[in-house]
């Protein structure tokens, strides 16, 4: 009796085993990789390297996991590529639509950063100047109280 309770138990467990739905998106080795590029920020590059095979991978099994683009941009914007990652936010925004207002608005905003940027650059670079230039002025005047 037990060993039928015990057979019973396996074969029931054997055909539940092979009910287990394939994975809906890939995801590649993203998790294991952001991971460690959080941990250190210096591994960007295996970090950018593991997002690309698993977009690739994604776009070839038609299981692309949402945010993945987004992810890329995001890294290619802190690594100074604007261009790249408008791009990718664009991608985003058209592979999945419920992405698409809060994707539209930070290329939004991205483009319009960008136009108006080099004014801002232009003022960020004189007052870091004046900023430098007050800081010496201050360490002399120091200078010449402690002597």
Do not use: H, W
């Not at 009796?1 to 287990?20: D, H, P, Q, R, Y």
């Not at 590529?81 to 791009?87: P, R």
């Not at 698409?100 to 940027?117: A, C, I, K, P, Y």
Request: glycine share 8%; charged share 30%; net charge negative.
């Amino acid at each position: 009796m037990i060993k039928k309770n015990i057979l019973l138990l396996c074969a029931t467990s054997a055909v539940l085993a092979g009910c287990v739905a394939a994975p809906r998106f890939e995801y590649g080795s993203y998790e294991p990789a952001l991971y460690a590029y959080y941990k250190k920020p210096e591994m960007a590059d295996k970090f950018e390297a593991a997002l690309q095979k698993a977009i690739e991978k994604g776009e070839e099994t038609d299981r692309l996991a949402p945010g993945m683009y987004a992810e890329l941009g995001y890294l290619k914007l802190s690594q100074g590529d604007q261009a790249g990652a408008v791009d990718l936010f664009r991608k985003e925004a058209q592979a999945f639509p419920e992405s698409e207002v809060f994707m539209s608005g930070v290329v939004t905003r991205l483009t319009r950063q960008e136009s108006e940027g080099v004014i801002e650059e232009e003022e960020t670079e004189s007052n870091d100047v004046k900023v430098s230039e007050n800081a010496i002025d201050g360490m002399r005047s120091a200078e010449g109280a402690d002597v």
